[in-house]
Every structure is written in C-alpha cells, then in structure tokens.
C-alpha cells in the first residue's frame, strides 16, 4: 500500500512543468502552426530569408552593454569552461552576432528573418509566460525612412494575415524623449524617474518632476503634456512649437515623412502616434513601434531602430527590426475561430480488416487532395461512440467508418 502511494506522488511530479511554461496540443498547436506560417509566408514574399541562431549563447551577446534586459532576468548557466551562458532573452542581438559574423562586408540591405523562443524570468509578475514564441525580421543596412515604412508595413500585414482586423500600432520615436531630456538638463538618476513615471502615464508624477527643474515655460508645458501627445499625426506635429532642441524637432520630423509613406502604403488606419512610446530595450535610437488589439494587455508586436548595435559586433551599420510575440497574438485570434477553419478538413478513418486496401487507397486519394486523414484500424474493445468521443477530444472534425467492401459510413 505504502508503495503504491510512493509511486502515484513520482507520478505527479514527474508530470508538472515549472511555472511560467505550457503545453500547447490539438486544435491549439494546430492553430499556433498555421497562424505562424501565414506570417511566414508575408515575411518571404517581402523578400525575408531566414536565419537560425542557437537557443543558448555566452553571456556577452546579452549584456548590459547591449542595451537588452536586466542580467537578473536572464537564465544563466555555466559550460564545462565556467564560461557563463544564457537562455537567449531577445533574438535581435543574436541576429546581430551573427550579421557581424558572416555579412560584415556586405553593404547592401539584408532582409533577415526568424523564428524562436525567447526566454525571460519575469519574477515580478506572476502568471506571465517565460519562455514566448517570436516570429520576426531584421533588416539591416538601410537607415532611410523607406525602410521604417516598410518594417512597419510589413506588421500590418502579417497581422492581417493572421486574422486580425482590429488593431493599432502605436509609433513614437526614442530621440524625442532624449532631445527634451537633453534640453531639460536631467541627470541619469531624474532621466530613469521621468521614463519610469511616462511609461506608467504618471501624470502627476511627472508634473511634479519637471516643476523641480527651472524650466522655460514652453518645455515645461511640453512634459506636462507627453503623456498625452499621442493619436494622429497633426497632434504630434504641434509638439515642435514646444521645444528648440534640434533632436526632438528631427524625430517629430522623421515621424512625419513615416507617416506620408505609409499613407502611400495605404496603412495609415493602423497607426497612431505617441511621443512618450518607450521601450525597455535601450539599444533602440530612433522610431519604435508597439502593436495592440483586444483580448490583450501586452503588445503582439514590439519593433525598432537600432542603429549603434551592430557596431558592438564589428560592423558599422543602420538596422531596424520587429518582433511578433505568437504567444499575446495567440489569445487575441484564439476568438476569430481561427480552430474551427483550421479543422474542417480534418478525417478520422477507421476500417475492418477486410476493408485494409480501399482504406488505404482511399486516405491517399484524400491526402492528395489536401485532407487530413488518421487511418485507424477498428480495435473491437472499443466501441463507435468511444472514436467519436476520442475524434471530439482530439479536435477531428470527420469521422468514416468502412465496415465492408461495399459501405463507408460517416458517423
């Protein structure tokens, strides 16, 4: 007795995974594969190869000199050598690496694409996903405003391509903050409060930071209002009334030849900007986009200019990127049906031995023709209803059943 309780613990355990990880199976695995492959297909037919970096790197590609996350956030472990190594945290410096690597003498734009997980222990909010799904493109060696367009272009449509109707990327850009920040004379310690109190629309806080400084009136007014400079790009526009600093007036500049661009794209529904955007990653120097839709408190989509990183891997070159989390597009599509469309043409097939040869001929006519059969010889322990129930739980849409030469019943 006392052994058999022993062994139904091992079996629990054994069975548990740590937390911050899933499983994904049936007709949720199934929707994740066919969601990424229609992106995938958007990334090539925009002119994207692809690329594959390794799950684990050292621990240099990912430090704070890169401008990533915080070291207490990484998985980190040791080799053999002692040399310290992580779980990869963010793929754009790993693509990066690899760029200084093997393109270091190329000079015309590289189109890079990928697919991955990323890993990040994110002991601060509970119930969130450590390990995420990625799908995204670098492109590299192309500093125009063409190429922000296109990033940002591309997005829409892989979003669109999705499923997903009903969603806005919001674009700001990281030299407008640091041109007023600049203006403003804020030290490092008061830079890191004001970032903290904009990315959470502290109002008040920030009001009561800038009232500290003594400012000209204009650029005190201009960081009461940050957290409100967001929405189409005439109000964005107004912002450059509001300050002299030459790098925050070339952002909402560089904002507004986006703008007439992706117009021309016929995308500019998608978008709307916001001056106070920020991002937890301090390697991106110009714009930076984030995507948002219903069903979702985080971004799907999180992109940018980083124009200073690949020379910290031996090449000097202007890059811009996007990553989609599949994870966070995963909840928002999970309520288009996308599981029913993805199994309509799914069968189970069972047969009696005397039927072995036209079952067979039959599952590959139909696969042929694009259906998804399981061929299934009928075990007589189990009864019809017992396939039905099984075909339910496993998400097959159609069952058939030979039971002789003559007949093929759907059940």
Request: glycine share 6%.
């Amino acid at each position: 007795m006392s052994y058999k309780f022993s062994e139904h613990k091992i079996e629990q355990s054994v069975l548990h995974i740590p937390e911050g990880v899933r499983d994904i199976y049936n007709g949720e695995c199934k929707q994740k594969l066919s969601i990424e492959q229609k992106m995938h297909q958007v990334l090539h037919s925009y002119g994207f190869t692809d690329i594959q970096t390794p799950m684990f790197e050292f621990f240099d590609v990912f430090s704070k000199e890169r401008g990533t996350i915080a070291s207490r956030e990484m998985y980190k472990f040791f080799d053999r050598g002692n040399n310290t190594l992580v779980l990869r945290p963010d793929m754009t410096p790993a693509i990066a690496r690899c760029v200084g690597k093997y393109f270091k003498e190329e000079e015309l734009p590289l189109h890079l694409c990928y697919k991955g997980s990323t890993f990040i222990n994110t002991t601060s909010y509970q119930g969130k996903l450590k390990e995420t799904t990625q799908l995204g493109a670098e492109l590299i060696n192309d500093g125009s405003v063409d190429a922000d367009a296109e990033m940002i272009a591309l997005t829409i449509e892989c979003l669109r391509n999705a499923g997903l109707e009903e969603f806005q990327v919001e674009i700001g850009h990281a030299q407008f903050l640091n041109g007023i920040i600049e203006e403003a004379d804020f030290d490092e310690m008061e830079t890191e409060q004001l970032k903290e109190l904009i990315q959470k629309k502290n109002v008040f806080g920030v009001e009561e930071l800038a009232e500290g400084k003594k400012l000209p009136e204009n650029l005190k007014e201009l960081f009461f209002k940050i957290t409100d400079m967001y929405g189409n790009i005439e109000n964005i526009s107004n912002a450059k009334t509001l300050t002299s600093n030459e790098l925050a007036i070339k952002a909402i500049e560089r904002l507004e030849e986006l703008y007439a661009i992706l117009d021309s794209y016929g995308v500019s529904d998608y978008i709307t900007f916001d001056l106070g955007l920020l991002s937890k990653y301090n390697y991106y120097t110009g714009i930076i986009f984030k995507a948002y839709t219903y069903g979702t408190g985080e971004p799907i989509v999180k992109g940018g200019r980083y124009d200073n990183l690949m020379k910290q891997f031996g090449k000097e070159a202007p890059a811009i990127g996007l990553a989609i989390v599949v994870d966070q597009l995963m909840t928002a599509v999970d309520k288009l049906n996308e599981k029913d469309a993805v199994k309509e043409e799914s069968y189970l097939v069972l047969y009696e031995n005397e039927c072995r040869k036209k079952a067979i001929d039959y599952a590959k006519n139909c696969r042929l023709e694009g259906k998804e059969i399981q061929l299934t010889h009928k075990d007589p322990n189990f009864t019809l209803e017992d396939y039905k129930a099984h075909a339910k739980r496993m998400g097959i849409a159609h069952i058939l059943y030979m039971k002789n030469e003559s007949s093929m019943e759907q059940m």
